[in-house]
């Protein structure tokens, strides 16, 4: 599930990586629905796109509808304040099978507002989060697990990092550093706690 269209790229980067992946889409201006339409879907099957708010759409009862679920809405005002509550991430969480992951993408005006925001994550995920930093952008990723992922040892980590980044052109290996970095870790595992 792809919350927030943009210009696609998410969307155009699985259609190209994962051609045999199904994408739904959830998008509140239909503004942005019509030109992500008429100008970002070429070359690419067209996917089922919910004109809806994410913060009215999600049922509250467990579905396990989507395996990945990427948020990336931003407006001029910033985050929708809905996204400040843990409801809407317990929400996600039961849209998920137990080894879902929701991945944010935040572009954070300050330290305080995405420490709040973490904070709000890690408890309706448990404490099943990771934070990446994204280069040199002021973009921070957040990673919520339903469940801590049983692969998080470095050289584990390292090697599919390599293996994947051969097929596409994002270099795994560098996210993975920055993983170790800015998460806790003893040296050679994460630590979810």
């Known amino acids: 599930l792809v919350v927030g269209l943009g210009g696609g790229e998410l969307i155009r980067f699985f259609n190209h990586a994962v051609p045999n992946i199904e994408i739904f889409a959830i998008e509140k201006s239909r503004a942005m629905i019509h030109a992500y339409q008429c100008y970002f879907q070429q070359n690419m099957n067209p996917i089922p796109i919910i004109s809806d708010d994410i913060c009215e759409y999600l049922p509250s009862e467990d579905q396990s509808n ?11 005002q910033g985050l929708p304040a809905c996204l400040s509550k843990p409801v ?50 002021l973009n921070l990723v957040i990673l919520a697990f339903k469940q801590a992922p049983e692969i998080n040892s470095l050289t584990q980590l390292q090697a599919n990092a390599r293996q994947i980044q051969s097929t596409v052109d994002i270099d795994f290996v560098e996210l993975i550093e920055n993983l170790f970095t800015t998460n806790p870790n003893n040296g050679e595992w994460l630590v979810f706690n």
């Open 66 to 76: 989507y395996d990945i679920i990427f948020l990336d809405v931003f407006s001029e």
């Open 88 to 137: 809407v991430y317990e929400r996600l969480a039961r849209q998920m099978p137990d080894n879902g992951v929701l991945a944010i993408n935040l572009a954070v005006k300050n330290e305080h507002q995405a420490l709040s925001l973490l904070r709000v994550v890690r408890q309706a995920f448990h404490s099943n989060t990771l934070c990446l930093a994204v280069g040199k952008h």
